[in-house]
């Protein structure tokens, strides 16, 4: 009888709203007694956009810039659009891949990519939803197919919904596309808290010539675009090499450049809106930049060798740093221990070029090295210094040439700023180290551990200051400390740590209904409570750090249950945990997550396995 099962089905989508109103009143209380530090009114602005610019924005683009750099809505026509590009990509790859081995692609490829291009047909295809017919189904729906009935109603209220937003995703960019264009604003992601930031273009560029003037590493060309002359000069640079036999041919024809595959690289800025004053972090971006493929393959060669000879003396995360401080503490922390954390100003761009290169050779002689992957050093140290002495950009309709420091963005930059600060700070190293201290770097920060006065620590680092002219270090010294993601307290001689949030700390994690793989949603949720873990040496900051996070994650669109399961992975799967944590297991738990040995990445051979990227799509 459809009567009655037409009664059930409008009594279910009552019970059912009632109960989605009653868990919305739920999650609105609980926010308000477990919220994030900021505006108790307004919890929602936890994750928000910073709008320096003080434009005018409607709530769907306030919404919109909300959900962050990160976000990708779905699109299957975009992706459909992609599909071509992205399948011939693949096809040349392949085919690389078959010349290399002087073997000529044939019909297998073909049908490979037509194989692949049908799934991908199939993914992007937008089902039609027949209104008259869905309508029908439902007023005849009978009490047998009830179930069947609510979840096709469902699934295509979502069809339905998702093509609405899609199309008021493409409306709603072009129009904030204008609005920015017309009141001359810049929309970027800060540097931190990795939400947008919304500046006046005219501040930028004030900002900008501030900063070339204080570092004095840019000398403006004009209009003169400078690449036709700096591919010539690289491939003529390459073949001299070549002709005298410092590279091989295999060698030159991997370095070698298409005219017709290269573009001057770009400066853009990243705002760091943790700071006073929102200074700006300048970023060259050259992925088809001239040198860059020198670039590439020198920093491969060298960044290994970096590793191995800095290891004891640097750490690449806050773990790395806290696995040490707890062994060092063990017999070193008293009640007057003092933490400091340091500063580099400007790295990349105040380390000199002919030095920076020659650092490289430093270290090649450190090893006692003659040669390196088939190339002489004095091969290295050429390549190198032709990839720092060429770093040209445009930026705002003038060109650059980099005339001081390298390219934050170039691969081989941060090998070099690397080996010329371990050699500047090997004298502060042996004093700390003569002293019982600690000492760690990561790039340009620095941290300290050690039994010194305060004041002596302070001449000291004055000291230190004076040791090179090109680098400038801002001291930050007390019974605390910040570095990375780490926050460190000594409490009367005890280690206390947890984690640490930037001032400018945004809740913001990739949101829950973006198109993105579910693997990699899974991935965040596992990742930031196992930090919490390892992070927080006491049992009530974990619970702080782990009820911030699940705040977090629920202003992302993160469902309550999928929050949980996750949680739940990580105490049975990785932290082998079978019981709840309580105050009296946690320390025992904990120390036994810190003693997992982390397993290393499988190293991938890119001569057997091809990587391809498609255009994500639900």
């Known amino acids: 009888d459809a009567e009655p099962g037409y009664a059930a089905f409008k009594h279910y989508y009552n019970l059912r709203e009632k109960r989605l109103n009653f868990e919305a009143e739920q999650s609105i209380h609980f926010l308000s007694e477990q919220q994030v530090e900021g505006n108790p009114n307004d919890l929602e602005q936890e994750i928000t956009i910073i709008n320096e610019a003080n434009i005018r924005l409607t709530e769907d683009e306030y919404q919109l810039l909300k959900l962050g750099p990160r976000f990708i809505y779905n699109d299957p026509k975009t992706a459909s659009r992609r599909r071509t590009i992205e399948l011939n990509t693949l096809k040349r790859k392949i085919e690389t891949r078959f010349f290399e081995k002087k073997v000529k692609p044939g019909r297998p490829v073909e049908q490979f990519i037509a194989e692949i291009d049908t799934v991908l047909q199939r993914l992007h295809n937008i089902p039609k939803i027949n209104q008259h017919k869905k309508d029908k189904e439902i007023n005849t729906v009978s009490y047998d197919n009830l179930e069947y009935a609510i979840q096709s109603s469902q699934s295509q209220n979502i069809q339905i919904n998702n093509i609405t937003k899609k199309k008021n995703y493409n409306r709603l960019i072009k129009r904030l596309k204008y609005k920015l264009k017309l009141t001359n604003t810049i929309l970027r992601k800060s540097d931190k808290s990795k939400v947008f930031h919304l500046g006046k273009s005219e501040d930028y560029r ?17 209009i003169n675009n400078p690449l036709p002359d700096l591919i010539k000069r690289t491939n003529k640079y390459l073949f001299e090499l070549r002709l005298a036999k410092w590279i091989t041919q295999k060698q030159y024809e991997k370095l070698c450049i298409n005219p017709n595959e290269l573009e001057l690289a770009h400066l853009y800025y990243l705002p760091k809106a943790h700071k006073p004053g929102t200074p700006l972090r300048p970023i060259i971006s050259g992925l088809k930049h001239p040198t860059v493929k020198i670039s590439k393959f020198l920093d491969k060669l060298l960044r290994p060798l970096f590793d191995k000879m800095a290891s004891k003396t640097s750490v690449t995360s806050g773990f790395e740093l806290l696995k040490q401080l707890l062994e060092w503490s063990k017999t070193n922390l008293h009640q007057e221990t003092i933490f400091c954390t340091i500063d580099v100003t ?80 090997q004298q502060i190293i042996k004093q700390i180290n003569n002293s ?16 010194w006065p305060t004041r002596h620590l302070f001449k000291q680092i004055d ?8 680098i400038k270090l801002l001291e930050n010294i007390g019974s605390m400390a910040d570095f990375l993601d780490l926050h460190i307290e000594n409490q009367d001689g005890q280690l206390c740590t947890t984690i640490y949030q930037k001032p400018s700390y945004k809740p913001y994690y990739l949101p829950f209904n973006s198109i993105h793989p579910l693997h990699m949603k899974k991935n965040i949720v596992f990742t930031m409570l196992l930090r919490a873990i390892r992070y927080c040496s006491t049992f009530q900051s974990y619970l702080d750090e782990r009820e911030k996070l699940r705040i977090a994650l629920l202003l992302n669109k993160y469902p309550n249950k999928f929050i949980d399961e996750q949680f739940k992975n990580v105490y049975l799967k990785k932290c082998n945990i079978d019981q709840p944590l309580n105050h009296n297991n946690y320390n025992m ?30």
Request: hydrophobic share 35%.
């Open 206 to 222: 004030k900002k900008s010539d501030k900063y070339m003037a204080k570092t004095q590493a840019y000398k403006c060309l004009g």
């Open 346 to 425: 400007d790295l990349y761009t105040m380390v000199p070029q002919t030095e920076g290169v020659l650092s490289l050779k430093k270290m090649m002689d450190y090893f006692k090295l003659k040669q390196i992957g088939g190339l002489s050093i004095e091969t290295i140290i050429r390549l190198s210094r032709f990839v720092m002495q060429n770093n040209y950009f445009s930026y705002n309709g003038q060109y650059y040439h980099q005339i001081r420091g390298g390219a934050m963005g170039s691969p081989l930059t941060l090998t070099i700023a690397n080996c010329y600060m371990f050699f500047y700070e």
């Open 436 to 451: 019982g201290g600690l000492y760690f770097r990561y790039i340009d920060d620095i941290f300290i551990a050690i039994n």
């Open 463 to 470: 000291r230190w200051n004076h040791f090179d002219e090109n």
């Open 589 to 618: 738990y904990r120390q036994k997550v810190i003693n997992t040995v982390i397993k290393e990445k499988v190293s991938i051979d890119y001569r057997r396995s091809i990587f391809i990227h498609f255009t994500y799509c639900s």
